[in-house]
């Protein structure tokens, strides 16, 4: 067994097990938090089937959105990809369809903790396509200069 560091034992505890997609769910919900520290919304095409609806539960435990708040919402697309948004900016991060394919075709329920600490280690940028742009709402705000 693999020592965990403290915030994956407390994802762990958090979620009920520590699968990879919990992992990529919590860096995702990090790289939101990070660019939008104050106000953040999200928006998870995961859907809600396991394994990938982990996903759901890594960016709740890391981001600040939660259901509870209402400022998170899923849809059924079974994507690995999450947006965060406020009024102005839009951050869209996707994983890697063959890092997706990898997990899926690797992880038993024997492996799963290592294959999460190895993705909780990777560098995001091994692991997601992430891109800025205007948020949606940010049509309807006024801006002043
Ligand atoms: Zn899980």
Redesign the pocket.
């Known amino acids: 067994m693999i020592k965990l560091p403290d915030e994956l034992r407390e994802l762990k505890r958090f979620?009920?097990?520590l699968?990879p997609?919990?992992v990529v769910g919590y860096k995702m919900g990090l790289i939101g938090r990070e660019v939008f520290p104050d106000k953040i919304s999200a928006v998870l095409y995961t859907g809600t089937r396991?394994?990938l609806?982990?996903v759901i539960?890594g960016v709740q435990f890391s981001s600040c959105c939660t259901l509870g708040k209402g400022n998170i919402s899923v849809k059924e697309d079974g994507v690995a990809k999450a947006e965060f948004y406020d009024e102005n900016k839009l951050l869209e991060i996707t994983l890697f369809e063959n890092v997706r394919s990898r997990i899926d075709a690797t992880v038993t329920s024997d492996n799963e903790e290592m294959i999460a600490f190895d993705l909780f280690t990777a560098d995001p940028s091994d692991l997601f396509r992430i891109t800025e742009g205007e948020s949606a709402q940010s049509g309807r705000v006024v801006k002043l200069k």
Do not use: A, K
């Open positions: 979620h009920g097990h699968g997609y919990v396991r394994p609806s982990c539960d």
